[in-house]
């Protein structure tokens, strides 16, 4: 059974800094495209971050410069270190796999795998 399990959500003060995990289980996710993407009460799913398996990263805007996504492909785990976090950056976050034939990196549609979510609040 695929699983995207997410992890390292909470509240936090805006300035400061949190790391969100996503390990996946049921198969080797070291081909697929790994993604972040958050949603904010009354807003779509948005586009956050994407790694790709050979190791190229994209990033929304809003938050180019402040965060960075890695993975580990031995512990089958994605990573994104978010700095400098604004009120603005509260939002629900998930994770999602996207298989190597995807067809854009930046939509919810491309990703058939994922996770149940973690909460990131900054206060203000």
């Known amino acids: 059974q695929v699983q995207l399990v997410e992890s390292g959500g909470g509240l936090v003060e805006a300035g400061g800094s949190l790391r969100l995990s996503c390990a996946a289980s049921?198969?080797?996710?070291?081909?697929?495209?790994m993604g972040w993407f958050r949603q904010a009460p009354g807003k779509e799913r948005e586009f956050v971050s994407c790694?790709?398996?050979?190791?190229?990263?994209s990033y929304a805007d809003s938050v180019k410069g402040r965060f960075t996504i890695s993975r580990d492909s031995a512990k089958n785990t994605v990573y994104l270190q978010m700095n400098t976090l604004k009120p603005e950056d509260t939002a629900v976050y998930y994770c999602?796999?996207?298989?190597?034939?995807?067809?854009?990196?930046?939509?919810?549609?491309?990703?058939?795998?994922w996770g149940q979510g973690t909460q990131v609040t900054v206060s203000s």
């Open positions: 049921g198969r080797s996710f070291s081909s697929y495209l």
């Open positions: 790694i790709r398996s050979v190791g190229s990263t």
């Open positions: 999602a796999a996207a298989p190597p034939y995807y067809n854009s990196a930046y939509i919810p549609d491309s990703y058939d795998f």
